[in-house]
């Protein structure tokens, strides 16, 4: 039997996850399962998996091949014992606060830089249920520690990489912290992805993705997925049972198929991200470049100690002097090769206004108070010639001067 997990990332990029022999023969790719039902030879069979006395699939909400590839594959990638995939990130994080026990009566600490649709979760449905919330500082490890100390969280909820301000979490620090209060550290790590860090093996609990950005990379699936221990799984993978927001095996497929070169693609994401940071800061319209990879981010040296390979991430935030969004919109308008669209993580470059966007359904003074001004823009930065962006930029932010 060959130990897999013996193998370096890029070989489990490319092999974790694949299907097992049928018929004397493999498959070398997994193939995409539609079936919903599953019929047995006999029934004591059937029952047998409806038990959970013997593995197998009895119906599509409960498990699917393909999906099951896929899950491998990121719990692979991630070091973790077990996965479970849904329909989207934001499904995976509302699953996983349920199973941790976030209800009635209990608390979550969260990082008040995250992205604005896990606030929104946070302070609409889990307020509504219940759930006390509070935000933190993640990078202010007294007021981490006052605010488990005091409330006791389920959980403490962080970004490795927090969007849009790409603020960096000391997540040793913070699962050292969650744990001293009974808190199960929770990082989403959507950001940063296996081939910057993997935060299982620096003490979280549960590490999420949202898969529709770097795990699947190309802009055509909308995907989550959870990592954690088998315990912890059976949970998840009940409330998923339960609610139904599962990943298709189509949209599975697709993020494994993804999947295999992310180790490549995160290179030139990172590289090319690096390169448009330095650029841009400059450059005379840009007041603020928020990047790890540069010695100016206040978790520059953080970064540089948790992160592998130099690799700090592919999406660069950064502030247009005096801007307001009559001025953003121009910038954004000009762009030709740079799409001006939501999300990140795709080959192709994608600009974002997180005032209008990610962080739309938050108030001014609430993305006032996390530090997201109007002239803030977010890059993610694809896997172009970078001249041929830095060109691009530089013609439309021309066109504001
Ligand atoms: C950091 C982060 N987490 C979670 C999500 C939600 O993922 P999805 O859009 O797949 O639901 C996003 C989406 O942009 C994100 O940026």
Redesign the pocket.
């Known amino acids: 039997m060959v130990d897999t997990q013996a193998w370096q990332l890029a070989t489990r990029a490319v092999h974790a996850g694949k299907p097992a022999p049928h018929d004397g023969c493999t498959a070398t790719v997994a193939p995409i399962h539609h079936a919903v039902t599953y019929r047995y030879r006999s029934m004591e069979a059937l029952d047998q998996v409806f038990a959970g006395e013997r593995a197998g699939y009895v119906y599509a909400r409960h498990g699917n091949p393909t999906v099951a590839a896929f899950e491998e594959a990121v719990a692979a990638l991630e070091d973790g014992e077990a996965a479970v995939a849904f329909a989207?990130?934001?499904?995976?994080?509302h699953a996983t606060l349920l199973a941790v026990g976030a209800r009635q009566g209990s608390t979550v600490v969260a990082a008040q830089d995250?992205?604005?649709?896990?606030y929104t979760l946070l302070t609409t449905l889990m307020r509504s249920q219940g759930v006390t919330v509070r935000f933190v500082d993640a990078n202010d490890r007294d007021a981490v520690q006052a605010a488990c100390s005091e409330l006791r969280p389920v959980a403490l909820l962080v970004?490795t990489i927090?969007?849009p301000l790409l603020k960096v979490a000391d997540l040793p620090n913070l699962a050292e912290t969650a744990h001293g209060c009974g808190a199960a550290l929770l990082v989403?790590s959507?950001?940063a992805t296996p081939a910057l860090v993997r935060p299982l093996s620096m003490g979280a609990d549960v590490v999420?993705?949202?898969?529709?950005?770097y795990l699947a990379g190309h802009g055509d699936v909308?995907?989550?997925v959870v990592v954690t221990s088998q315990e912890l799984r059976a949970d998840i993978l009940g409330i998923l049972k339960a609610t139904g927001a599962n990943l298709g095996p189509q949209d599975a497929w697709l993020a494994l198929r993804g999947m295999r070169t992310l180790m490549l693609r995160m290179r030139e994401h990172c590289d090319n991200a690096r390169e448009v940071a330095r650029w841009l800061e400059t450059h005379p319209r840009v007041s603020r470049v928020h990047y790890p990879g540069l010695p100016s981010h206040p978790q520059h040296t953080l970064a540089k100690a948790l992160f592998e390979n130099h690799q700090y991430g592919g999406v660069v935030s950064f502030e247009i002097e005096g801007a307001g969004r009559e001025e953003v919109f121009r910038f954004f308008d000009a762009l030709n090769l740079c799409v001006p669209a939501?999300?990140?993580g795709d080959v192709h470059s994608l600009l974002l206004y997180p005032a209008h966007a990610?962080h739309r359904t938050l108030s001014a003074e609430e993305r006032q108070r996390m530090g997201i001004g109007a002239g803030l823009v977010r890059m993610s930065v694809g896997i172009e010639a970078v001249d041929d962006l830095l060109a691009d930029l530089e013609q439309a932010l021309n066109t504001l001067s």
């Open positions: 989207s990130g934001m499904a995976a994080i995250i992205y604005g649709a896990t970004e927090s969007n989403d959507t950001f999420i993705h949202s898969a529709t950005k909308l995907g989550g939501t999300s990140l990610s």
